[in-house]
């Protein structure tokens, strides 16, 4: 059997087991506990197990599957066990179960918890988000009060959100192939990882997280801005669509800009930027308008963003900074409170990094289009400028934000997929990511706290001086 064939059923077996552990101890919709991974080391074990055999099989082929169709066919048959599986790696599905009940029976899930709405399943709810408002847009709001609607009880609004969430899924497997193929990557490299990856499996189909749907519509958005720019329908339609994906999660609005560009026919000058970026500009601002009125929620979901970052793990890199030097202050016989501080700095750095990469994008496509055929690809390089610097916003956004899930991962992974020239230094903190969490939604950060956060301090100061002197290095000359 050759490499691709042993990869392809050994990721297999790694999905099955994956979802035996998940019937052995998921997060089956019962009340909550506070588990250790002491307490069920069989299940634990086959998780592990599970994992490392998926994990293995997609970073073997990290380079690209022997065919584009191939890589469909392998993550389609990876996702099948995945399929019958419970609900893995998170209790998500239930927080959104309960917001769209308390639409459904006329309460604000922006203005109370799940809890003080009178969610009937609240106990499956994991206890730190019982009380939190929602932190998702009213277009997602509005799905899972369908899906509540539609399924009838809690198990058939489960099979809603999975079916929502495979929904996402395919729409992005639909547009990654066009994606590629406009930014001049390997078609077979960009589905394996975008599609093969573990974190899709489990926790996008398996989890049924809503970064699924969001994902689906900002790949489709994209694809019609590098399919058609500079045309108003198309550009108002794209437009609509990116507004879409930022009323599921508001974390796609950092890809607004970089969609701008890509907006463009022609050559990049002011004026064509604000033309056909304006275009773009009115259909995002309308969905998200038109959304909210539909919702009769207004902007109120803005507001519960505010509590997104109630956890705290030092799988966040801002995070375990102020861990340490909360520690620090402990040592000298103070309590600095610094996690809250540092948050902020980081949000606060990520506007700064978010605006440097865009004007770094703006450059380069203004070089381009004065330098000509010395580009290898002008046609490729034009939407790859785009969409790189589109997946290194989202990348950055993983890495700053006040809280870091998994799933969180799949969020810049779609895009460098089709966008990147080498896969590495991405693909390597995704298959680390996987291993996080365990079936049933324990974060295994919670049983490493002063050395996880020691560990990831150094990384991210680490990784913060490499990066300063890669850019002194390579920084581009200014535009004509």
């Given amino acids: 059997m050759t490499a691709p064939g042993v990869a392809r059923w050994v990721g297999l077996a790694g999905a099955v087991l994956l979802t ?17 991974p002491a307490d069920e080391p069989w ?51 239930y927080s959104y179960a309960c917001q769209g009940w308390a639409y459904a029976h006329g309460v604000d899930p922006y203005a109370v918890g799940v809890a003080g709405a009178g969610c009937p399943w609240v106990d499956a709810v994991a206890p730190i988000w019982r009380d939190t408002p929602a932190p998702y847009g009213p277009v997602f709001v509005l799905l899972a009060a369908l899906a509540v609607t539609v399924g009838g009880g809690l198990v058939g609004a489960i099979v809603a959100f999975r079916l929502l969430a495979v929904a996402g899924v395919l729409l992005t497997a639909a547009c990654l192939v066009g994606l590629a193929r406009a930014a001049g990557v390997p078609t077979r490299r960009a589905a394996w990882l975008a599609l093969a990856s573990p974190l899709v499996g489990v926790h996008l189909i398996a989890g049924a997280h809503n970064d ?29 669509l990116l507004g879409l994906a930022v009323t599921v999660k508001a974390t796609a609005v950092v890809v607004l800009p970089f969609a701008a560009l890509a ?4 050559r990049h000058t002011v004026r064509a930027l604000l ?67 540092v948050r902020a700095a980081a949000l606060l750095l990520l506007a700064v990094l978010v605006a440097a990469l865009w004007w770094r994008a703006w450059s380069g496509l203004r070089r381009a289009d004065g330098v000509g055929q010395r580009v290898a690809r002008p046609d490729a390089a034009r939407p790859r400028a785009a969409l790189l610097g589109a997946g290194l916003a989202l990348a950055a956004t993983v890495a700053l934000a006040p809280v870091f899930h998994p799933w969180y991962a799949t969020w810049p992974l779609a895009l460098l997929a089709v966008a990147a020239t080498r896969t590495t230094w991405f693909v390597g903190p995704c298959a680390a990511a996987a291993f996080l969490a365990l079936p049933d939604g324990t974060n295994l950060a919670r049983f490493s706290k002063a050395p996880g956060a020691l560990a990831m301090t150094a990384l991210a100061a680490g990784l913060a001086v490499w990066g300063l002197l890669r850019l002194r290095r390579t920084r581009p000359a200014p535009p004509d």
């Fill in 263 to 266: 907006a463009v026919h022609g």
């Fill in 20 to 36: 035996v552990a998940g019937w052995l101890g998921g997060a089956l919709p019962r009340a909550t506990t506070a588990p250790s």
């Fill in 212 to 240: 699924a749907v969001m994902l689906g519509l900002l790949t489709l958005g994209l694809l019609v801005l590098v399919r058609r720019p500079g045309r108003p329908g198309p550009l108002l339609l794209a437009g609509a």
């Fill in 275 to 341: 033309r056909d970026g304006g275009w773009l500009a009115g259909g995002a601002l309308g969905a998200v308008a038109v959304a909210s009125l539909l919702s009769g929620l207004g902007l109120g979901w803005v507001g519960g963003l505010t509590r997104s970052g109630d956890s705290e793990q030092w799988t966040s890199p801002p995070t375990a900074v102020g861990f340490v030097v909360d520690y620090a202050g402990g040592l000298v016989g103070r309590e600095p409170g610094a996690v809250p501080v």
């Fill in 43 to 93: 299940t634990v074990a086959l998780w592990l197990v599970g994992t490392g055999l998926l994990v293995g099989a997609w970073w073997a082929l990290r380079r690209g599957a022997p065919a584009t169709r191939w890589a469909y066919r392998t993550a389609g048959l990876w996702a099948l066990p995945l399929l019958a599986a419970p609900p893995l790696g998170s209790r998500d599905v």
